[in-house]
């Protein structure tokens, strides 16, 4: 193979590269799977006892929340605490009661990241592939719970007793904590993909802009 088959190769549209499809699938499968063991682990073992949860209970009951625990300590120096919540809204509890929407907007959603990945990326940006499957399982690992039990189960509590200076309180929030919103590893992969696609994109940018000026130069030259 010359160097300009090789270029090729490396340029064609994402959709094209087996290489490109095993990137984004084994991070997807990865992340998916991690979600929903550790959101299972949680409800099965943070309480000291199994929490069940019923979906149909979930849904017509507006007040049903997971019963009071103990604090599960995580990290020392409350840098994290386990907690069980039921989220009916989207990441850190944006929007209750809104799952039919929230449903829709997932699935539209990872629609517009699979066109994305097949016609928006090329096959040389790994880095691009490995962001959408977190992308992916971030919103698949949330959309699994919506329609299985009804809400998100969520379980990491950043900074528990960490309040805000003078008093202060976030807007919608009475705890005055730093960080008030409970959260789960779907949260976390959605954060991280969209952040890494960003720096990522930013990146290519650059590249495209350096690659069209030393063209224009060298036909300037010519």
């Given at each position: 193979?010359?160097?300009?088959?090789?270029?090729?190769?490396?340029?064609?549209?994402?959709?094209?590269?087996?290489?490109?499809?095993?990137?984004?699938i084994?991070?997807?499968?990865?992340?998916?799977?991690?979600?929903?063991?550790?959101?299972?682990?949680?409800?099965?073992?943070?309480?000291?006892?199994?929490?069940?949860?019923?979906?149909?209970?979930?849904?017509?009951?507006?007040?049903?929340?997971?019963?009071h625990?103990?604090?599960?300590?995580?990290?020392?120096?409350?840098?994290?605490?386990?907690?069980?919540?039921?989220?009916?809204?989207?990441?850190?509890?944006?929007?209750?009661?809104q799952?039919?929407?929230?449903?829709?907007f997932?699935v539209?959603?990872?629609?517009?990241?699979?066109?994305?990945?097949?016609?928006?990326?090329?096959?040389?940006?790994?880095?691009?592939?490995?962001?959408?499957?977190?992308?992916?399982?971030?919103?698949?690992?949330?959309?699994?719970?919506r329609?299985?039990?009804?809400?998100?189960?969520?379980?990491?509590?950043?900074?528990?007793?960490?309040?805000?200076?003078?008093?202060?309180?976030?807007?919608?929030?009475?705890t005055?904590?730093?960080?008030?919103w409970?959260?789960?590893?779907?949260?976390?992969?959605?954060?991280a993909?969209?952040?890494?696609?960003?720096?990522t994109?930013?990146?290519?940018?650059?590249?495209?802009?350096r690659?069209?000026?030393?063209?224009?130069?060298?036909n300037?030259?010519?």
């Amino acid at each position: 193979m010359d160097q300009s088959t090789g270029e090729q190769v490396r340029d064609r549209a994402s959709w094209r590269s087996p290489l490109a499809w095993a990137t984004l699938i084994g991070v997807f499968v990865v992340g998916l799977s991690f979600d929903l063991w550790t959101k299972a682990w949680a409800f099965a073992t943070i309480a000291g006892y199994p929490v069940e949860l019923e979906r149909d209970r979930v849904l017509e009951d507006a007040s049903f929340f997971v019963p009071h625990h103990a604090r599960y300590e995580a990290l020392p120096w409350d840098l994290l605490d386990f907690r069980l919540v039921l989220n009916q809204g989207a990441v850190f509890g944006i929007g209750q009661r809104q799952r039919g929407l929230f449903i829709a907007f997932t699935v539209v959603a990872t629609v517009a990241a699979l066109m994305l990945f097949a016609r928006g990326t090329r096959s040389r940006m790994h880095a691009a592939h490995i962001a959408i499957g977190l992308i992916l399982a971030g919103g698949i690992g949330n959309l699994f719970d919506r329609i299985q039990y009804g809400a998100v189960r969520d379980f990491l509590y950043m900074l528990p007793n960490w309040g805000l200076p003078g008093g202060y309180q976030w807007p919608g929030n009475s705890t005055g904590d730093v960080f008030p919103w409970v959260f789960n590893i779907a949260d976390v992969l959605l954060l991280a993909g969209m952040a890494l696609f960003v720096i990522t994109s930013y990146f290519e940018d650059r590249s495209v802009r350096r690659m069209q000026a030393s063209v224009t130069a060298a036909n300037s030259s010519a």
